[in-house]
């Protein structure tokens, strides 16, 4: 019967796991890099409610204000790696609302390619997301 029920859960693992790869997109934007980045300009307020890393892509759960304009994202970096293993990387998310006043709150996946985030000698790379708690290890 134990053996019934960890194959059950191992089966409905490895079809979530698929129903998350055929979920990504065919390309995504590029988590800039630019040591030169703004990082202190001004975002639109929202909330990360969850974060992960499905092989090359940072799927962000994204809730905030709006409905009556396009609302853009990016991720953006300095670049600058601290000396720990695996090296250790803070992104911030930047969300731009294009001037949209209205009050709808839309939740929705963004995707970001993160293989600018790649550190040479390495195949680990820890994300910790800027004015939050979260953290994510890109494996590659």
């Known amino acids: 019967m134990l053996i019934l029920i960890l194959?059950?859960?191992?089966?409905t693992g490895c079809g979530s796991m698929q129903k998350a790869l055929a979920e990504l997109p065919e390309s995504a934007p590029l988590v800039i890099v630019d040591r030169n980045a703004d990082i202190n300009a001004l975002s639109a307020p929202h909330e990360i409610s969850y974060a992960d890393i499905i092989n090359d892509y940072l799927v962000l759960h994204v809730s905030y204000s709006g409905g009556c304009e396009d609302h853009d994202f990016e991720v953006l970096?300095?670049?600058?790696y601290t000396a720990t293993y695996p090296p250790e990387i803070i992104v911030h998310v930047k969300h731009y609302d294009n001037g949209d006043v209205c009050r709808?709150?839309?939740d929705e996946k963004r995707y970001f390619d993160v293989r600018t985030l790649q550190y040479p000698g390495t195949s680990r790379v820890r994300i910790v997301f800027a004015r939050t708690n979260?953290?994510?290890d890109y494996i590659y």
């Open 7 to 11: 194959l059950s859960d191992l089966l």
């Open 77 to 80: 970096s300095t670049g600058k």
């Open 104 to 106: 709808g709150i839309i």
């Open 134 to 136: 979260k953290i994510l």
